[in-house]
T-cell receptor, first 116, second 112 residues
C-alpha cells in the first residue's frame, strides 16, 4: 500500500533552475520527512516536520528549502543545485509527533532528480 | 552514534533457496529495528519490525529476531520467489528523536 504520493516522479534540471518537489500523505499522520537516497550510500535524513513545524534539519545545504503548509503536504524547493545533488528524494510520514518506539515511517515512491 | 551494518550485495539465489541477509547495529539503549524493502522503481515499504529484545518480526514468509546479545537482526526466508527480488534495508529507530538509521541496503536477485 502507499498512502504517500510524490510528484514529479522524474525531474531533470540545470544548475540555475528553480524547481519544487511535492509530497502528499493521505494517512492522517502528524510527522513528515525528506530523505535523500544516493547510490552506494545509506539513506540520509534531510528534514523532519511535526505538526507543520520543522523539528530537525541535518545540516542540509541552503539550496534545499523545505516547506510544510499543513500536516498533509510537504515541499522541497530546489535552487542552484549541483550535479552531486542528483539522487532519489524520498518523502515519508509517521503517526506520532514525538519520539515513539517502533513508530513506522511510510514512504512515497520518490522523485528521481538529475542535475545537469 | 547509532549505525547499521548490512552484508554487501548483490545476493543471487535460485528460486526456493533459503535466504539470510545479515544486519548488525550499534546503538545506545533499546532501539526498535526494522526491515524495509524497495522494489524496482518504488519507494521503501515496511517488511517487518521488532521493538524489544527477543521479539520476532514476520511478514510474507520473512522473519527476523531482535538479538540484543549479538546486536543483530538478520532477515531470513525459507524459500524465496522471483517476486522477492528487491533491495532490502535494515534500519533502527533510537529511543528518542525522529531519525531512522538505515544500512546501505542489500540487493537480492532471485532467478527461476
Amino acid at each position: 500500500e502507499t498512502g504517500v504520493t510524490q510528484t514529479p516522479r522524474h525531474l531533470v534540471m540545470g544548475m540555475t533552475n528553480k524547481k519544487s518537489l511535492k509530497c502528499e500523505q493521505h494517512l492522517g499522520h502528524n510527522a513528515m520527512y525528506w530523505y535523500k537516497q544516493s547510490a552506494k550510500k545509506p539513506l540520509e535524513l534531510m528534514f523532519v516536520y511535526s505538526l507543520e513545524e520543522r523539528v530537525e534539519n541535518n545540516s542540509v545545504p541552503s539550496r534545499f528549502s523545505p516547506e510544510c503548509p499543513n500536516s498533509s503536504h510537504l515541499f522541497l524547493h530546489l535552487h542552484t543545485l549541483q550535479p552531486e545533488d542528483s539522487a532519489l528524494y524520498l518523502c515519508a510520514s509517521s503517526q506520532e509527533q514525538g519520539a515513539r518506539i517502533g513508530d513506522t515511517q511510510y514512504f512515497g515512491p520518490g522523485t528521481r532528480l538529475t542535475v545537469l | 552514534g547509532n549505525s547499521v551494518t548490512q552484508m554487501e550485495g548483490p545476493v543471487t539465489l535460485s528460486e526456493e533457496a533459503f535466504l539470510t541477509i545479515n544486519c548488525t547495529y550499534t546503538a545506545t539503549g533499546y532501539p526498535s529495528l526494522f526491515w524495509y524493502v524497495q522494489y524496482p522503481g518504488e519507494g521503501l515499504q515496511l517488511l517487518l519490525k521488532a521493538t524489544k529484545a527477543d521479539d520476532k518480526g514476520s511478514n510474507k514468509g520473512f522473519e527476523a529476531t531482535y538479538r540484543k546479545e549479538t546486536t543483530s537482526f538478520h532477515l531470513e526466508k525459507g524459500s524465496v520467489q522471483v517476486s522477492d527480488s528487491a533491495v532490502y534495508f535494515c534500519a533502527l529507530s533510537p529511543n528518542s528523536g525522529y531519525a531512522l538509521n538505515f544500512g546501505k541496503g542489500t540487493s537480492l536477485l532471485v532467478t527461476p
